[in-house]
């Protein structure tokens, strides 16, 4: 079964820094889907990147991009320039057949 | 274009009671999945339906049923409350199609938050 692990329960940045954000997961899959989700406080979820497993190449998104290694089994993400706006939740999760294994979460507070 | 609407927003039960939760996706989606959400457990996944067909459950008791209407709206159903119950429920649409326009994402609605007493 495929699991999903962040490790880093909660962290805190100071405004305009870099902080990277860990994600790995366990699978025998070799065709998935790799997401990183975003739940601000008392708002909905959304999406921040997403990653095709069979694309070499990381996906970035303005200030937000990933470190996708596949045989390490490993999905960072790191945002850069980080803002006010960027607290929130941040969830890892793999996809496979319309079923998405969601990580439980690193809680970011970006501190002004 | 709306987005995905679930009500209701909060409930409170008590134990034993059912409850039913319904989730109406963004026009055009034909998926339609539910996630439980708790702060010790995390986000886990409960089913996801397309076209009216469940494709795949999670690992919950059989109290947690769902099922999806013609029109793509969605009820899950929980019955015979218990404590431990208690928790945001999300639903999630996405396109689900073989095809360009299929990127995986979800788009999630803001959540039905259940309390069970």
């Known amino acids: 079964a495929q699991t999903v692990t962040q490790s880093q329960p909660e962290m805190s940045v100071q405004e305009a820094e870099t902080v990277t954000l860990s994600c790995t997961y366990d699978?025998?899959?070799?065709?998935?889907?790799l997401f990183w989700y975003k739940q601000p406080p008392s708002r909905q979820m959304i999406l921040v990147i997403r990653?095709?497993?069979?694309?070499?190449q990381n996906a970035t998104e303005n200030r937000f991009s990933v470190n996708f290694q596949k045989a390490a089994k490993s999905f960072s993400l790191k945002i850069s320039d980080s803002q006010l706006g960027d607290t929130a939740m941040y969830f890892c999760a793999f996809m496979k057949f319309f079923k998405i294994i969601f990580g439980k979460g690193t809680r970011l507070h970006i501190l002004p | 274009k709306a987005g995905v609407t679930q009500t209701p927003r909060y409930l409170i039960k008590t134990r034993g009671q059912q409850v039913t939760l319904s989730c109406s996706p963004i026009?055009?989606?034909?998926?339609v999945s539910w996630y439980q959400q708790t702060p010790g457990q995390g986000l886990q996944f409960l089913f996801e339906y397309f076209s009216e067909t469940q494709r795949n459950k999670g690992n919950f008791p059989g109290r947690f049923s769902g099922r999806q209407f013609s029109n793509s709206r969605s009820e899950m159903n929980v019955s015979t409350l218990e404590l431990g119950d208690s928790a945001l429920y999300l639903c999630a649409s996405s396109f689900s199609s073989v095809g360009a326009r299929n990127t995986g994402e979800l788009f999630f609605g803001e959540g039905s938050r259940l309390t069970v007493l």
């Open positions: 026009s055009g989606h034909r998926s």
């Open positions: 990653q095709e497993a069979y694309k070499q």
């Open positions: 699978t025998s899959e070799n065709n998935y889907y």
